[in-house]
T-cell receptor
Framework: DTEVTQTPKHLVMGMTNKKSLKCEQH?????MYWYKQKAKKPPELMFV???????INESVPSRFSPECPNSSLLNLHLHALQPEDSALYLC????????????????FGEGSRLTVL | GQNIDQPTEMTATEGAIVQINCTYQ??????LFWYQQHAGEAPTFLSY????GLEEKGRFSSFLSRSKGYSYLLLKELQMKDSASYLC????????????FGKGTKLSVIP
């Protein structure tokens, strides 16, 4: 199984809503990532979890709250978002940096397309 | 800081060869990746270079020159399905989780 599964594929929410994006992988990867991608732009790193602990937070606003309940799951909780937060949110996983043959290759999910009204 | 440059768009003919260039200036270097991204889909891994030279994988090859801060992706025997964006990404530090992506090159393959 070399898949990263994200749900939902599409989400429309108002600025006062609370919603969550979910990501799951069963490749035994211990590093998981959230990226944000706007149209015609490259993916931008938001968060990295390593062994279920937050390793990197790229100065992301607190209205985005990540959670890693276990080694296979990664959530992104959304609250009080702005219209400019509308984007494709990509989850990815990789082997952890401590692995001897680590290259850092990322396995991406298909993304959750978020629209904030 | 990190700066990665690649052409915005390219057009090539089905069956031809195309070379997509990428130059980078980064604070440290520990590997360069090429990813393919079809419109509305997730990026998929194509190649990885950490040492100078050419890596070949079927119709795709990637080259790296660390001294020049330069890489290219070579696509041979182009097919219509190769129409996509090609993203160059650099990992700056050893053991770093952070990949910096270039803005991508949108390749259009025409009959």
């Amino acid at each position: 199984d070399t898949e990263v599964t994200q749900t939902p594929k599409h989400l429309v929410m108002g600025m006062t809503n609370k919603k969550s994006l979910k990501c799951e992988q069963h490749m035994g990867h211990r590093a998981m990532y959230w990226y944000k991608q706007k149209a015609k732009k490259p993916p931008e790193l938001m968060f990295v979890y390593s062994y279920e602990k937050l390793s990197i937070n790229e100065s992301v606003p607190s209205r985005f709250s990540p959670e890693c309940p276990n080694s296979s799951l990664l959530n992104l909780h959304l609250h009080a978002l702005q219209p400019e937060d509308s984007a494709l949110y990509l989850c990815a996983s990789s082997q952890d940096v401590g692995t001897s043959d680590w290259t850092g290759e990322l396995f991406f999910g298909e993304g959750s397309r978020l629209t904030v009204l | 800081g990190q700066n990665i440059d690649q052409p915005t768009e390219m057009t090539a003919t089905e069956g031809a060869i195309v070379q997509i260039n990428c130059t980078y200036q980064t604070s440290g270097f520990n590997g360069l990746f090429w990813y393919q991204q079809h419109a509305g889909e997730a990026p998929t891994f194509l190649s990885y270079n950490v040492l100078d030279g050419l890596e070949e994988k079927g119709r795709f090859s990637s080259f790296l020159s660390r001294s020049k801060g330069y890489s290219y992706l070579l696509l041979k025997e182009l097919q219509m399905k190769d129409s996509a964006s090609y993203l160059c990404a650099v990992r700056a530090g050893a053991g770093s989780y952070q990949l910096t992506f270039g803005k991508g090159t949108k390749l259009s393959v025409i009959p």
